[in-house]
């Protein structure tokens, strides 16, 4: 499984983002996917999740700002995010998960600052 994750970069407070994942080599209608995410000098720590069945779940911090999507024609999942907080600054990875096995990708760096 190989992800690719994009969209990172540098916003304002109360901007938005939307960061994209494309997925290859696998199946990906039957993997759960979500956004982890680390800030410097902090764990990682999951932002949100969308299974194969579309339901979404996601971090107290980032609900209601954030909004998980996936688009299986097209291998990629989608997050939204709105209201931008300088806490959000982080790496974000985006990671596919089905029988137990996680696959990450490389991640790409969220910046939220004035």
């Known amino acids: 499984v190989q992800l690719q994750a994009s969209g990172g970069g540098l916003a304002q407070p109360g901007g938005s983002l939307r960061l994209s994942c494309a997925a290859s080599?696998?199946?990906?209608?039957?993997?759960?996917m979500a956004w982890d995410r680390q800030a410097p000098g902090k764990r990682r720590e999951l932002v949100a999740l969308i299974n194969d069945g579309f339901s979404t779940n996601y971090a107290p911090s980032v609900k209601g700002r954030f909004t998980i999507s996936r688009d299986n024609a097209n291998n990629t999942v989608y997050l939204q995010m709105n209201s931008l907080k300088p806490e959000d600054t982080a790496v974000y990875y985006c990671?596919?998960?089905?029988?137990?096995?996680?696959?990450w990708g490389q991640g790409t760096l969220v910046t939220v600052s004035s």
């Open positions: 080599g696998t199946v990906f209608s039957t993997y759960d």
């Open positions: 990671n596919a998960m089905h029988r137990g096995v996680a696959y």
